[in-house]
């Protein structure tokens, strides 16, 4: 996933929940149960206007310190909460935020620049799936374990929460991605400093003021806002922040390795994609077709599970290309709020130009363009005339070493090429530095058996895409990520497991 600068949103319905600072609308750090102000602010700009609307805190080194200081007071008490008790809380918050699903959806589409009705029936449905998960998880994976052993003794093993869980989270699916590390921090009894992107902190300041309501203890959840570079690194490298669940950018993970190496911290990291569909020529086609226009294309195709190369068997491609490119063309790109909206706003100016530089480049090398970028225009309302958006892109003619074939883009494009033989595909699908995720395309059972197991991928999806269990493992290989979440492996990661003997 990409990590950039800047953010975007207006906020008139949440005015309740914010302070204001002169004309914008102001977000505060969440610190032992309480807004509170910062030195600095920066700019939040919404995605589909490009218009200033608020402040977001520009939190310091000091800031974190305090947030930290909070987590440390609040550990003893959460940690000794009963399970059950945690878990009544955790529910209790699942529940107020979907009794206002509608509002954190509004707000999750503006502060992100995905349409309303995507918000309405992934993310906050996830955002509440997520505590109520890891709340009734915690029920069952916490419990002790015992056996008896020679040397007339037992042995058992208890899981202990870390302390003080430093959480840094991404802009594309906020909310989303922000509980699904706070929820089972939490149920299992540590006490969280999260940072979300800068440029989605809008729905966080929102969720904080649910976890007033639903009676969470000061100090258990403290969250700081800013850059990753100021805020994010004071976390990072914080010699008493004992574990860093991080999602987002590989180079940005890169460097917090190296920050933090000599801390031995635990570390969780999920990090870009450059994920391939493999269509062979027995698929379902007309599934096939739909399905992975919307692998290529939700959420602006900001997700780090969002097929950026598609591989056709040559008996298809064809037939492929004609019925992707006619469906990709239909796709509405326009106002948030629009519900005949399928691709939102790009989260800021910076990616927009980005995403748009990877597709010139490619045009430039003698790629064909089949549609989007710089071939149908862009019909925008005149509230999104200066919005950052983009046409979903497909593109062909590129060899596999191309920037657009091995990058992660992280925008609405997508590259299409044919294939013949089956190992030269996995062979392809495999030539890139990433290893998050995978699709394959066949009827043939005996081919899923046999190519699953040699693509270097963390899930690799068959005749569907994003169908998620929790308590599956999710993680990448190579430049993808280490470590995985989900069920025990998020309990595993927000644990200590610890062996206790007794000799009789």
Not at 94 to 100: C, T, V
């Amino acid at each position: 996933m990409d990590i950039t600068s800047s953010i975007g949103l207006n906020l008139i319905p949440y005015k309740r929940f914010i302070n204001k600072m002169s004309d914008l609308e102001v977000i505060n750090n969440f610190i032992d149960g309480e807004f509170c102000p910062c030195d600095e602010y920066l700019d939040s700009f919404d995605p589909s206007t490009g218009l200033v609307w608020a402040k977001v805190a520009n939190s310091s080194a000091k800031d974190v310190e305090r947030a930290v200081e909070a987590g440390e007071r609040a550990f003893p008490m959460w940690s000794s909460t009963p399970v059950e008790k945690r878990s009544k809380i955790m529910l209790k918050i699942a529940d107020l935020i979907e009794a206002r699903l509608d509002e954190f959806a509004e707000l999750e589409s503006h502060d992100q620049g995905k349409p309303v009705w995507l918000a309405k029936r992934i993310d906050i449905p996830r955002l509440v799936h997520n505590f109520r998960y890891f709340a009734t998880y915690a029920l069952h994976d916490l419990n002790v374990s015992s056996v008896q052993q020679d040397f007339n003794a037992t042995n058992y093993t208890v899981k202990c929460p870390v302390g003080v869980a430093g959480l840094i989270s991404p802009w594309n699916l906020p909310l989303y991605l922000l509980s699904f590390k706070i929820a089972p921090a939490i149920a299992c009894g540590n006490t969280v400093v999260a940072k979300p992107s800068e440029m989605t902190s809008v729905s966080t300041r929102l969720m904080c003021q649910v976890f007033k309501e639903a009676g969470l203890p000061n100090g258990v959840v403290n969250i700081v806002f800013g850059y990753g570079w100021t805020a994010g690194q004071a976390l990072v490298v914080h010699p008493r922040v004992q574990l860093i669940s991080f999602t987002g950018g590989t180079a940005t993970a890169a460097v917090i390795r190296k920050s933090a190496a000599h801390l031995n911290k635990k570390f969780s990291l999920e990090l870009g994609g450059k994920n391939a569909a493999i269509i062979f020529d027995d698929c379902n086609f007309e599934k096939c077709v739909e399905t992975t226009i919307r692998s290529s294309f939700i959420n602006q195709g900001e997700v780090c599970l969002c097929t950026s190369r598609i591989f056709v068997q040559r008996g298809i491609y064809d037939k492929f290309i004609q019925a992707f490119v006619a469906k990709a063309r239909s796709l509405t790109v326009g106002d948030p709020k629009d519900a005949n909206t399928f691709c939102g706003a790009l989260i800021s100016k910076e990616h927009q130009a980005k995403v748009t530089k990877y597709i010139e480049e490619a045009r430039a090398s003698g790629a064909v363009i089949e549609c989007g970028h710089g071939v149908e225009p862009l019909d925008l309302p005149e509230r999104c005339k200066d919005g950052y958006f983009v046409r979903p892109t497909v593109i062909t003619g590129l060899p596999d070493s191309a920037p657009a074939m091995t990058e992660e883009i992280f925008g609405p494009v997508t590259c299409v090429v044919p294939f013949d033989e089956e190992q030269e595909v996995i062979t392809r699908a495999n030539a890139v530095r990433y290893g998050l995720s995978a699709t394959v395309w066949t009827e043939n059972v005996s081919r899923v058996q046999r190519i699953s197991p040699k693509i270097d991928a963390g899930t690799v999806w068959v005749n569907c895409w994003l169908v998620r269990d929790l308590n599956m493992p999710f993680g990448g290989m190579k430049d993808s990520g280490t470590g995985r979440e989900g069920g025990k492996y998020s309990t595993e990661f927000f644990t200590e497991e610890k062996t206790i003997c007794i000799q009789h």
